[in-house]
């Protein structure tokens, strides 16, 4: 395949749409992501920004008591969200 045919199944495009949009544009549209993987990015991105507000209280001396037991919840999300990427990944037919 190629990297004109991949890039526009990954954007749910045509190759002639694709090329178009880069023509008139002046940019490739966005890939679309599958809707697993756009909720997976946003429960990402909640968790990067608490995660950073944890590392901004350690860092200034605040260490909350339970800061072990949240740090063992958040690596237990992690690893769930993990593998139903992964799960998904695997049983995807265009990838």
């Not at 940019?27 to 997976?40: G, H, N, T």
């Not at 429960?43 to 608490?50: A, R």
Request: with cysteine; hydrophobic share 40%.
């Amino acid at each position: 395949m190629s990297q004109l045919e991949t890039a526009s199944a990954a954007c749910g495009q045509t190759i002639g749409q694709l090329v178009r949009t880069k023509v008139f544009k002046g940019k490739f549209p966005q890939p679309v992501l599958p809707r697993i993987e756009q909720q997976a990015v946003i429960e990402l991105n909640k968790i990067g920004v608490n995660l950073n507000q944890v590392t901004k209280a350690l860092n200034s001396g605040i260490w909350p008591k339970d800061i072990l037991s949240l740090l063992s919840k958040l690596l237990w999300v992690l690893e769930r969200m993990l593998d139903e990427l992964l799960t998904h990944d695997r049983k995807s037919k265009d990838r």
